[in-house]
């Protein structure tokens, strides 16, 4: 399976952003997807975790109530939805495929990465 993320860039604090993580060359319906940052000089942080069906998600506790994870299984597609944006949510963002049945919250769960996409918040 092949990730690619988009939609990251420049962004002033309190303000929103979506990202968007595109899928191929794999049966998309069949993988839960997460994403997960990592800030510069930091650890690779859980961000937000959708089951295949769409049916159960799970956010991490920076974001939890500023995020929303949602996918299109018949576009491939994931998306990460954020607002109140803060300084502290700078990071590359990563979009990554679990082929685990059970939540997955650790990177060491998830079986394929995107190259990531940069988001930087300006106070």
């Known amino acids: 399976v092949q990730l690619v993320e988009s939609g990251g860039g420049l962004v002033q604090a309190g303000g929103s952003l979506r990202l968007t993580c595109a899928a191929s060359?794999?049966?998309?319906?069949?993988?839960?997807m997460g994403w997960f940052r990592q800030a510069p000089g930091k650890e690779r942080e859980f961000v937000a975790h959708?089951?295949?069906?769409?049916?159960?998600?799970y956010y991490g506790d920076s974001v939890k109530g500023r995020a929303t994870i949602s996918r299109d299984n018949a576009r491939n597609t994931v998306y990460l939805e954020m607002n109140s944006l803060k300084p502290e949510d700078t990071a590359v963002y990563y979009c990554?495929?679990?082929?685990?049945?059970?939540?997955?919250?650790?990177?060491?769960?998830?079986?394929?990465w995107g190259q990531g996409t940069p988001v930087t918040v300006s106070s």
């Open positions: 959708i089951r295949m069906s769409s049916d159960s998600t």
């Open positions: 990554a495929a679990s082929r685990s049945l059970f939540i997955a919250i650790s990177h060491s769960q998830y079986d394929y």
């Open positions: 060359g794999g049966s998309f319906s069949r993988y839960n």
